[in-house]
């Protein structure tokens, strides 16, 4: 049963513009979200991270967003840049790391 | 190096083959972390070792994986009588903290992986 679940598997944006990645979870006892980034044949990298105490946290381009009453989270990356092209994991965390099944994000020149 | 490492990089297997993946966690790390993904998912939960301790083993999904951590360092993940099912990308990852709520320090960090195919 998926605790975590990313719903589009792709996106598609131009540069310049900016993407946002979403994310949904189940189980309101999580307290901890990241966002792992992934390219091919490489293994997941973190990117941001935010506590559920808070309810956005900011790095650079990157903008974390939690909506704890909707179990939502969404990242926010501005403005987007080629090299941000890859697949996006977004995590909870409890006792162990849940993880999503991943966001191929295009970044279009 | 600095990151995880880990080998072989790919490794085909016969059906009923035993396997065995290495895991080169980042030095001083205190966690380690298997994972299997198969294709179009995400990374899913197997073990957890707290220096040699295996301390959550709930995500193995049968009694033919085993894994081991015997001097708190390098891990071993070894399946034995591999079945096609069994194929997926294994992917370690190490955190400098132990687990329990987790905090900036836990952020785990991922090694590159293991791709196993069973023909």
């Known amino acids: 049963d998926q605790q975590v679940k990313q719903n589009s598997p792709s996106l598609s944006v131009q540069e310049g513009r900016i993407s946002i990645l979403n994310c949904d979870y189940t189980n309101s006892m999580f307290d901890y979200f990241l966002w792992y980034k992934k390219y091919p044949a490489e293994g997941p990298t973190f990117l941001i991270s935010?506590?559920?105490?808070?309810d956005k946290n900011e790095d650079g381009r990157f903008t974390v967003f939690l909506n704890k009453s909707a179990k939502h989270l969404s990242l926010h990356i501005v403005p987007s840049q080629p090299g941000d092209s890859a697949v996006y994991f977004c995590a909870a965390t409890g006792n162990q790391f849940y993880f999503g099944t991943g966001t191929s994000l295009t970044v279009i020149p | 190096g600095a990151g995880v490492s880990q080998s072989p990089r790919y490794k085909v297997a016969k059906r009923g083959q035993d396997v065995a993946l290495r895991c080169d966690p980042i030095?001083?790390?205190?966690?380690l972390f298997w994972y299997q993904q198969a294709l179009g998912q995400g990374p899913e939960f197997l073990t957890y070792?707290?220096?040699?301790?295996?301390?959550?083993k709930s995500g193995l999904p049968s009694d033919r994986f085993f894994a081991e951590r015997p001097e708190g360092s390098v891990s071993t993940l070894k399946i034995q009588r591999t079945q096609q099912e069994d194929s997926a990308v294994y992917l370690c990852a190490s955190s400098l903290g132990g687990q329990g709520r987790v905090v900036a320090k836990n952020i785990q960090y991922f090694g590159a992986g293991t791709r196993l195919s069973v023909l």
């Open positions: 030095s001083g790390h205190v966690s």
């Open positions: 070792f707290q220096n040699e301790a295996q301390l959550d």
């Open positions: 935010i506590s559920s105490i808070k």
